[in-house]
Every structure is written in structure tokens, then in C-alpha cells.
């Protein structure tokens, strides 16, 4: 039978975990927090991929639940004690990529007038959880770079991120043929 590689070690049972590196840190430290935030983001956009069927889409998903793993890979490392390793470094492309979906995508959308409602398709609807997530996220972000070193461009992406999952949220529904709600101020 082949060796198999537990699940459960029992090293985080006190409540402590390993950073990039073996440094122990507690679960509840603000660090772990952010990156943590970007693997819940990770597996909503997981959840988003399982309700998209445009392959375009579906491939633009993927590329970014990678470049996500990148970014939790460099908040789990504490760069003043151990350098990145290549791996764990977002490039300012990836900002340049999203960018450029988001324009790509926002041409064909209606112009906006109002606040849209979260709503639409259930794969719209989802991408607006994964909006929201992603805006929790870039908080915790900037709670950790209040303590520790953070590197600019991944609050770039994580900005822009929250923009390419609205204007995919919008383009989910409008393609859907589902109708677009906006906020009424009563």
C-alpha cells in the first residue's frame, strides 16, 4: 500500500500554525487572517466556477484562483525573515490582465445609471458573494500591511479584482436575458 500523506497532524490543535518558512504564528493572527480571506475568496470563485459555461470565462476563473494561491503563498510569508520565493511573487501584468477583461467586458454592458441589486442568475448571484469576499479580503489585506510589509501590487489586484467579478456579475446576468435591478431610494 502506498505511504499516504495525513490530512491531520495535530500541530495546529493549540491553536497555532506554520507560516511559509515553519514560523509558528496563532490562527487568529492578523496575518493568517488575510490570507485565509484570500483561500475563502479562492473557493467562492471555485463555487462561481461550477455555474459558468462560457469557456472564456471559465479559463479567466481559473487563471485567477492561480494567481490567488500566489498571493495567499506571499501573505503566509514573513519577509522579515525569509525572502519570497519566485513563486510567491505577483507580477504587475496581473493587475494589467484583469484590467483589461474589465474593459473588455464593460463595452458590452448597458451603461450604469444606479446602484445594481446583487441578484440575477444563481452564477450572477454568485459572483456577486465572490465580489463582496473579495472587497472582506482587501480589508483584511490592509489590516495586515498596517503591521508588516505588503506588496503594493497585491492590493492592486485585489482591487481590481472586486471590479472584474461586478462587471462579470453584470455580464452573467444581461447575458442570461435576466433583468438587471437597481436600488430605488424609497
Request: glycine share 6%; charged share 30%; hydrophobic share 40%.
Amino acid at each position: 500500500m502506498a505511504d499516504k500523506s495525513n490530512v491531520y497532524t495535530h500541530t495546529g490543535d493549540k491553536g497555532m500554525t506554520s507560516l511559509v518558512g515553519g514560523k509558528r504564528i496563532k490562527k487568529n493572527d492578523v496575518r493568517l487572517e488575510a490570507y485565509g480571506t484570500v483561500d475563502e475568496l479562492n473557493s467562492n470563485i471555485g463555487l462561481l466556477l461550477s455555474l459558468v459555461d462560457n469557456s472564456h470565462d471559465h479559463d479567466f476563473l481559473l487563471t485567477i484562483q492561480n494567481k490567488l494561491f500566489v498571493i495567499g503563498s506571499n501573505l503566509a510569508t514573513d519577509t522579515s525573515e525569509r525572502d519570497l520565493s519566485k513563486g510567491s511573487i505577483l507580477e504587475a501584468e496581473a493587475v494589467e490582465f484583469l484590467e483589461k477583461e474589465i474593459d473588455e467586458i464593460d463595452i458590452h454592458l448597458p451603461k450604469l445609471k444606479a446602484f445594481v441589486l446583487p441578484g440575477g442568475t444563481t452564477a450572477a448571484s454568485q459572483a456577486h458573494v465572490c465580489r463582496t469576499v473579495c472587497r472582506r479580503t482587501e480589508r483584511r489585506i490592509l489590516d495586515l500591511k498596517e503591521v508588516a510589509k505588503v506588496d503594493d501590487v497585491i492590493c492592486l489586484y485585489i482591487n481590481r479584482l472586486s471590479d472584474y467579478l461586478f462587471v462579470l456579475a453584470r455580464k452573467l446576468t444581461v447575458n442570461s436575458g435576466h433583468k438587471e435591478y437597481f436600488w430605488k431610494r424609497t
